[in-house]
C-alpha cells in the first residue's frame, strides 16, 4: 500500500486528464458563452437549452464509459492486454448504435426538442438550426470518448491530455471564424458553434485511429467490434447498464430542470447558462479525482487487494471533499469578475439572477463532488452500479424535480428561489448515499 504523499501523486496522475478534459471543455464552453454574447442574449439561450439534449447523450457516454473503465482496468490489473481490446470493440459499438439513434432524432425533429425546453419562437429557431448541425458530431464524439476511457483506465494518459488540448484549438478557432465571419466566411452565429463542435469532434477520432495504429499497448481492432462478445457482453451489461441509466435519470432531471427555467424566461436561461460555466471551472480538480478514484479502485479489485482499494477509496472522499471546497473559493474568488465582464451583454434581470446563482452554485459544488466520488467512483469501480442508478431514480424524480416544479409553477415562488430549490438535489440523497458506502 502507498503513503499517502505518494498515493497523492498517483491519484494526481490518474486524475490530471480528467481535470484536462473538464477544463478544456469548460474553456470551450467559456469561449462559445463569450462570442455567442457578442451575437445576442438569444443566441447563447438557444446554445445552453439545445446542449441539454446533447448533455442526455453524453451521460449515456459516461455510463458507457464507466463499463468500459472498470472492466479494462480490472483486466489490465491481471495482465490481460487481449480482453481489454475486446471491451473496447465492444464499447465502441455500441456506443455507435447510440450515436445513430440521437442523431436520427435531433436532425429530423430538432423543432419538437426545443419546444420541451422553451417557448421562445426566437429561441426555438436559433437551437433547432443549432442542433440540426451538431448532431453530426454525435458519431464522433462516442468514439473517442470510449476510446480515452480505455486507454486513462490502463494508466495511458498522454494521449487524452494531447487529443483534447488539440481539440480546444480546433474548436475555439472554428467557433470564431464561423461566428463572426472571419476568413471571407459568412457569419453564422450560434450555428457557426455547432459546425465548430463537429469539426473538433472528427479531430478528436482522427488522433485516436493514428495512435491505434502505432500503439503497442491497446488497440482498437475491426475484429473485435464485429465479434461476438459472449460472457464478455453479460459483464459489460451488468456494470454499463446500471450506470448508463442511472446517468440517463440523472441528465433527464437536469434537462428537467432546465425546462422549468426555460419556460419562466430567458433571463434565467441565460443568467443560469454562465453560472453553469463558472461552477464547472471550479470543479475541475474536484470531478477529476471524484472520477479517478474508479480506476483505482478497480485496478486495486483487479489485483484482488481489497483491502487496499478500501483504503484507497476512503483516502480519495477525503482529496475530493479538500479540493471541492477550494473549487468553491475560486468561484467565488471570480465572481465579480464574471458579472463585470457580462454587465453589457444580459439583461439588468439576468446579471441580478447571475450574481446569486454563482453563490448558490457553491454548495451544490461540495454535494456533487462528494456523491460522484462515492456512487461513480468507490461503488461503481466496485462493480456496484445498481445502487446509483436506484438512488438517482427516486431522489432526483421523486424529489428534488417535484420540489423544483412545485416552487415554480404551484407556489410561483420568486425566481431565486426556484433555484435555491433546484440546487438542493445533491444533499437531499446524500445521506443514503453515505449509510450504503459505511
Known sequence: MLNKKDFL?????????????????????????????????????ASSLANQYTFILFCLYYGMATGTSVLCAQYWGKGDKKTVEKILGLAERISLIVSLVFFVISFTMPTTIMKIFTSSPDTIAAGSEYLRVISFSFMFMGFSQVFMSALRSIGKIMLPSVTYIVSLCVNVICNATFIFGLFGLPKLGVTGVALGTVIARITEVLICLIYSLRSSDVRFRIKYFFAKSGILFQDFMKIATPAVINDVVWSFASSAFAAILGHIGDDMVAANAVAVMVVNIGAIACRGFANATTIIV???????????AREYGKRMLTITFIVSLIGCVVILAIRPIILDFYRDKLTETAIYYLGIFIIMTTWRLVGEGINTCLICGCFRG???????????????????????FLAAYVLKLPPIWVYFVMTLDEFEKMPVVFIHYF
Not at 469548460?26 to 463569450?34: F, G, H, M, Q, S
Not at 478497480?298 to 487496499?308: A, H, N, P, W
Not at 442508478?389 to 420540489?403: C, E, N, R, Y
Open 298 to 308: 478497480s485496478q486495486e479489485l483487479g489485483k484482488d487487494r481489497i483491502d487496499t
Open 9 to 45: 501523486k498517483y491519484a494526481s496522475t490518474l486524475a490530471f486528464p480528467i481535470m484536462l478534459q473538464n477544463l478544456i471543455g469548460t474553456l470551450v464552453n467559456i469561449a462559445d458563452t463569450v462570442m455567442l454574447g457578442y451575437v445576442s442574449q438569444t443566441a447563447m439561450s
Open 382 to 404: 466496485g462493480g456496484d452500479s445498481r445502487f446509483g442508478m436506484i438512488i438517482d431514480s427516486i431522489f432526483m424524480w421523486l424529489v428534488a424535480v417535484p420540489l423544483t
